[in-house]
Each structure stands twice: as structure tokens, then as C-alpha cells.
């Protein structure tokens, strides 16, 4: 069943009001890392519930309780749950998106201001944290919403939705909250699939649908010895440095070809069979694509399978950043006596044994620390499920071409809990490109993949209402 | 000579008005190494000559043109020269100070704000950044100078003076002024001596006399690679990471112990004789004087002389922090795009080239760079000389015992410059103690380090007007 030509055109013709309210969510710096910005969180929750609303859907905001944030006690954002519908003889489908966004400062080398929408008229280029992950999808759905409640037409299926502020930090309290309302009598009972709008295609041209991610573990590591920062005229060659000791440590995480040299990691991964990579052989993607998206030609091999393989399947390893040391402009000849190295390993938690080791091979009398600050559960789904199908006869219908089926390197807490505790198949519904930059300066949503994807959200309804269970 | 009893009441009588007069140039973060504080260096510099004038010195401020620092061009804050007296029979002292800082924000660590200055009653600490290093030197001499002038008492010498506000950066523009002021005719003509007051007794309890510095060189090594800052998730092993790069490229350089690895480095200083380990070994200094100077049981050795050779002789290298990183609080995805790792290695480099082999040795497509940004030049004199006699004798008289014979291992890079282009002994005459914190959160000066201090070095000029040359 496709969907009516009237919603088609209705997204056209409100493409400006559509914009202006995404510039409108832009502008709440709904940072959940960073305790100073958790009231705009919450004002994030007010102004999103708010909308709801106002498109019929029938909220409540759930309060998850506190957690313990760098030290500091904070209250948890809300999360909001909504309804419309309750049909018996249609399917029900629950979406989730989430409403924080990760930091951003023009000093970190925006072109422009990261918390005001800029509209690129030339590129059709709509610049601001948060346009692409992961607040333009949600408005993609408040879209098709306001269609359908404006024009007084029945959703094809019934909705129930739940939308987060803390999955740029692990999520924290949304597990127990889906974990409780999935059983018998909750809020999401009759639930018979999930759609997730919060990734990205491969490339630029092509759109996809992804069955699955390779979760995530954070860490901080931590190094203390002095009492307080020391001179390194006075102190250089007296003492341990817990730079020192730091980079050493650090230094024994990765090789700069990118395989992991925390024993066993590699290892744990079964390797690809043939038809695996045939898949990865027939995607819509080239080494240009990948160097296109990060401004430099910087892949880590010239073999399309294996760079892809290192993004969808095998482990990875980046290093953040150090928190303590010397960090700005200029020269400052200190030895900083509390420093932290953040990383974060795609999948395998076996860093914390390999970090003490490696420690104890130091002979260092300065003290180590190490915390996993968060992490996300791997998931893979079945893309050949009826979810999929409705998926990817929306695709065809909007953009006329078959979606790239991929699995992702990032993390969506979330995910492997809807599975494991509704039991029912997941779909990853991406709105925006490749080159989208997500967490990075500069981070864009295309003019063109808000509007389709406003519509393949809405056409994807009407194709999951008619598709075989 | 023994200095007046009447100079050393004054001292002890006008204490609180010199705390006052510390306080007031400590409120003026002359940070140096920052560009949005090169105001407040200048401020800084017309605070310090208006003093001057007060207390009876000729002076004049120099122009020391412009420069570049982290890519942007600045004027560099004047030095301020000056002279009392030019008596052919008297002998002629040249002292100098520096009236920059280094940076400092109550949220490094401080207990107080770091720019007021905090006088603890109960251990009659002075904390502030700036306090010991080296407002509170440079005030002892206005404070001995403002003796002499309100009761008309001529100074047993001539005195010039060069004061600086680069000292923290590299001191810059500050060798060519020495050098031409050093020729036949220039401002620095017929001086006998200098001393400088700019470093620290080598415990808490024994004052001590400076022949030796081990200089610095400081680098700055960048490595450039993607466009812009990307997902970790979604790049992490598809491409070479500028942090991985960085990481272990600083993991090349220096070992837990303290060794440096950089090839020849170590090698390059000659073994020490028996003598000079005597020397070490007679000091008034123990392991637990590092320890508490540091905070901390992380002594690099069990072994007093092996650790005073490693401040005293041996080159050092630490590593201060990493520039363009994650380095806030929380937990970021990010890999940066851009990342330079700060270090600084005392007395040798040899550094570029050795990085420049470890970074070809990594096989990575991004790029690296290594900039110097700033040094300082080692210097050793001779302990023996009738200048530092006039300093032992009057430590001897202020403090009632002999001052510890030390080297240093921090910079202080004009020192060298004075000596070769004068051609005539230089002093190194500290002021504060071991554990003062100087580059450090809670910098502090004693109060009687500043009083007694203050009058060592009143004491100092009329030992010197006696000594025979």
C-alpha cells in the first residue's frame, strides 16, 4: 500500500515550517555529557513533548531518577512515551529517537555557530548539532504526524514511541524503563516491530537500511601520583610522571594500522565466510567514499572488503583525548599530577586486565584507575524480516532505487534491549548521509534527506500496514 | 660590610605594606604565553616601572618589537631597563627579574584564585600565582631599594637592572637587547657581576647559591590527517587516526624510569667524577625532601645522589599535554582531526629527527610536523668567584648558616646570555623554597622567605661592595 500522493506533497509544500522547527530543536543545547547544559536537556524534553502533542500523540514524560556524572549527582532527563492508536487489526509499531545531542563549540572549528541552524541555500546543506543525529529524524516523524492529525486521517498503523535524552551517554535509565514496560501490561505490550531513525547511509547516494552495530565500550583511564602539578625544571628526571605512565599505556591499545593489541580481541571474531563478503564486495562504496567523508586520503588499506569490514565487523579502538594535562595554546612546562586517557573499544571489554598488566610491566609508583564510563550491547537482526520488506519497498517507493543493506561501527544503546526484551525484529531506518559528520564539527542533514526522509518514514507506515506477518 | 641594623628592621617594620604592594602585582596575570593576557603583561609593565621610579631608579621601557605565537601576531611587552648610581670606585651589579607568569585558573586545582594573592596566618604562606616566581624576588629589591631612597642612604653599589615580561614564553627579543647593550658604550657598560633571583632552594630549610641550569628545549608535535574531527563509530578502523599516531610517537621518547629514549641523548652527557659526586652527596637533601616536595611517595630511585644527578645533570623529558584532543570532562566519540602533543626535553635536542624516524616508522598517511617553540640554553659558573664569596656570606649573616651549592634543572634562558655576551660571573641567588609550586597550582612564597629574603639580597650588595674582586 503506498502512501497517499496528498502526504507526498504536503511535506513539499511545508518544507519552510519543517526547517524553521528544526532550527527551533537545534537551538537547545541538549547536551546530556556535560553537566552544565542537563536544564537543557530537560527544556529539550518540555519542548519535544510539547510538539507531540500538539500532532495528537498521547505522551507522558517518565522520570528515570539520578546518576552519578564525574562525580557529580544529577537528576536524569525524562523520557517521553506516546501513543496513537489502538486497532486490533492493525499492526503496532514502536519508533524510539533521542533528543541530546553530543557537545559542540565554535572554537572546536565550526564555520558557524554549532546551536543556530545554518542553511547552506547553495548546497541545500542545514548545519547545526544535532540536524542529523538525531534530531532531524525525530522531526521526520513529527512530520508525517502533523499530516495525518491536520488532516484528520488514521495512522495505517498504531504508533508508540519512546524518545531519550541520555543515549549520547550511555543511556542511562532507559534499559530498566524499556526492560519494565515491555512485559506483560506495559506500555509497549501488542508491540509487533521496532523502527530506530538514528544512523547514517554508507555513502552519499545511496539510501540504507542497517541490521547492525558493533556496540561500544568507554573507558578512562586514570594516573595519579604527585599531589599537585609540579615544575618540570625542578621535577623533570626525579619523579614518575603520570604522563609518562599514560602515554606508555595508551601506546599499547592500537597500532596505527588500526588492529587492536589488547590480547585476544581480534582473535574473538569469527572471520567472514564467503557469502559475508560477497555482501561487502556488492555494496554501493569505494576507499573514495570513505576518504571523500573523512577530507583525506587516510584509508588504512586500498582494499574496499577489508575497509569495510573494519567499519561493519572487526573490533576498533580510538583514543579521545586526555583529560588533566596541558590542553591549551602555547607552552606550559608542567608535569600535571591527575591525568586520564578516554577510549573507547567497538565491542570487546577486555581492556581493563590488559591496562593493569601493562601497568605492572611499567614499574611506575604513580596509581592507576580505570573506569568504563559507558557502553552499548553489539546487535545484528534479520534483514530478511517483514519489518525490512515494508523498509525496503518504502525506499523503492521514495527514492527508486534497492537501500544498501549495512551494519554499522557506532553504537545505539538501545537496540539490543528492544530485541531482547520485546522479542521482536529492529529495524535501523537512516535519515541522513554518509558524510553527515555526527559528533563532528560541521555536522549537516541535506535539505533533500530531511524531506525524503520525512516521507520514507511516512511511506514506510503504509507498507508495514500491508506487508505479510 | 655587614648591611645596617637599621635596613634590616625596616624590612621587618614595613611588612605589611610590602605583603600589600605583592598582592597588587600578583592581581595582574602577566601571563605570557597567552595571547588574550598580553594586555595585562603590558599592564604589568607600567605597573612595575611606575615602582621603580618611586624607589629612586632612572629607567626607561624598550621596545622589543613583535612576534608570533600559535600563529598570530602580537606586540611583545617591553623590558624595563634601569640604574641608581655611577660611582667609578663602587663596583657595578647588573640584577634582573621577569614580571611575566604562567598561566594559571582556579579550576587546575587551586584552593584560592590564583590572580588574588592568599595569605595563610597559620603557616604564613603568601599563595599566588606569580608569588615565588618571580614577583616576590623582584619586589625584594624594590623593597631594599625603598630603604635607601626615603632615608637618602647611597647604595654600596651601582646598580643597573633589566627587568622582563617573556621569561615564561622563551624570552623573547630579550638576547639581542643583552647583546647590544653589552657593547662598548650600551647601557650594560662596566658592569662587575650580575645576579638573578628567579629559582628555589633546593629543600625547605637550607638557603642556597645557583651556579648551574640545565636549559630546555620545547616541542610541539602536530599530526594532521582528516578534514575534520569524525565519529569514532562510524571511522574507527576505516582510517589512520592522528591520536593513535601522536600516542605512540610520544610513547618513543621517554620510559617510566625517567630514561630517555631518544637516541644519544643520554649519552651525550659525561659520566660524573668522584668529586662531583661528593658533592651531591654532601647536600642537605634526602628522598622524603622530593617526596613531600611532590606530594607524594613516586621518587624515580631510592638513591639520593641518582636522583639529585637526575634534577642536578642529567637530561630530562616531560610531557606536558596534548593540544586539540578530547580534553573535556565526560565521554566523547570523538577522533580528533588534529592533534599536537606537547613536550619538553631539558638541555638536548635531538629530537626532530628522532621523531621524524618513529613517525616514518608507523606507516601512517597522516602528517606530522614538530615545531620548537621555545628553549633555553644550559650554564654552569664557577662557585668560587668573589660574587657568589659576597652571597655566602651574606646568606651567612641573614639566615645563620651556608647555603647549599646547587644546579638547577629548570631554564632560565638569559642567564647564558649574560654570561657570554658580559663575560663576567653570574648568580643565581633564590629567594623562595623547595616546595613552592612554582608553574603550579597554590604557588606560594613563605612570608619569611619574602622578608629574609628581602633582606639577603640588601645584605648581598654590601657584602659585594666589600669583597675583594
Known sequence: MPAPAEF????????????????????????????????????????????????????????????????????????????????????TVLIYGHFDVQP?????????????????EKTGRLIGRGSSDDKGPILGWLNVL???????IPLPVNLRCVFEGMEESGSEGLDELVQRES?????????????ISDNYWL?????????????????????????RDLHS????????????????????????????????VDDMVAPPNEEEKAIYAGLNYSISDIEEAAGASIALSDDKVSVLMGRMRSPSLSIHGIEGAFSGAGAKTVIPAKVSGKFSIRRHPLVIAHLEKAFAAIGSKNKLTVENLHGGKP???????WNFEAAKKATKAVYGQDPDLTREGGSIP????????????????PMGRGDDGAHSTNEKLDKSNFLEGSKLLGTYLYELADVQK
Chains 1, 2 share one sequence.
Open 414 to 429: 538501545v537496540t539490543l534491549t528492544f530485541a531482547e526484551s520485546l522479542g521482536v525484529n529492529v529495524l535501523l531506518l
Open 104 to 120: 559542540a563549540n565554535k572554537s572546536d572549528g565550526w564555520d558557524t555557530e554549532p546551536f543556530t541552524l545554518a542553511i547552506d
Open 183 to 195: 512485559l506483560k501490561g506495559g506500555y509497549f505490550e501488542g508491540v509487533d516491530c521496532v523502527c
Open 146 to 152: 502533523q499530516y495525518h492529525h491536520e488532516n484528520n
Open 8 to 91: 507526498l506533497k504536503y511535506i513539499d509544500n511545508n518544507a519552510d515550517k519543517f526547517i524553521k522547527r528544526l532550527a527551533d530543536a537545534v537551538a537547545i543545547p541538549s547536551i546530556s555529557g556535560d553537566a552544565t547544559h542537563r536544564k537543557d536537556v530537560f527544556a529539550m524534553a518540555e519542548w519535544l513533548n510539547g510538539q507531540l502533542k500538539q500532532v495528537g500523540v498521547d505522551t507522558q514524560l517518565v522520570d528515570l531518577g539520578r546518576h552519578t556524572m564525574d562525580g557529580e549527582d544529577l537528576p536524569l532527563p525524562p523520557a517521553i512515551l506516546g501513543r496513537i492508536g489502538d486497532d486490533k487489526s492493525k499492526k
Open 203 to 227: 555513502n552519499t547516494r545511496t539510501p540504507a537500511l542497517t541490521y547492525g552495530l558493533r556496540g561500544l565500550s568507554y573507558y578512562k583511564v586514570t594516573i595519579t601520583g604527585p599531589a
Open 379 to 385: 546487535w545484528v537482526a534479520d534483514h530478511r524480516h
Open 233 to 264: 625544571g625542578v621535577f623533570g628526571r626525579t619523579v614518575h610522571e603520570p604522563m609518562t605512565d599514560l602515554i606508555s599505556l595508551l601506546g599499547t591499545l592500537v597500532s596505527a594500522q588500526g588492529d587492536i593489541l589488547v590480547k585476544g
